[in-house]
Every structure is written in structure tokens, then in C-alpha cells.
């Protein structure tokens, strides 16, 4: 499977994902954590069943706060 991860092409063995497999393939462990699929965006409580798919465009950004 080829997509599009952080707007870099990555390649992995598997034909699909979920977010959560992907999340852990990658080890994107941050707490904080705005994923899109395509543009539309991932509710964390869906994680484990969103699936990624070939050409799939993939954003997993890390949100931090501060002072």
C-alpha cells in the first residue's frame, strides 16, 4: 500500500490500516493528536475503525499548548 503521509509518499506491506495500526506502524504515541483521512477529520473514538487505504492522503498533526 502506498499513501501519503505528512504530504510524504510512504509504503507499507499491509493492503489497508486502521488509524490505530498506523499510529502504532509509525509510533505516533503524542497524546494530542488531529488525524485526516482525505480531508475529513478522524474522531479519536473512531481510531480503531477508520481504515487507510491505497492513495489514501493522510495528516497526523501534534497539537501542543503552552504559555
Known amino acids: 500500500m502506498k499513501i501519503i503521509l505528512n504530504n510524504k509518499e510512504e509504503v507499507f506491506d499491509a493492503p489497508q490500516f486502521t488509524v490505530n495500526e498506523l499510529l502504532q506502524a509509525k509510533k505516533f504515541t503524542f497524546k494530542m493528536l488531529v488525524i485526516k483521512v482525505n480531508g475529513q477529520l478522524i474522531k479519536k473514538s473512531d ?19 503552552g504559555g
Open 47 to 65: 481510531y480503531s475503525s477508520a481504515l487507510i487505504n491505497d492513495g489514501d492522503d493522510v495528516m497526523v498533526l501534534h497539537l501542543i499548548s
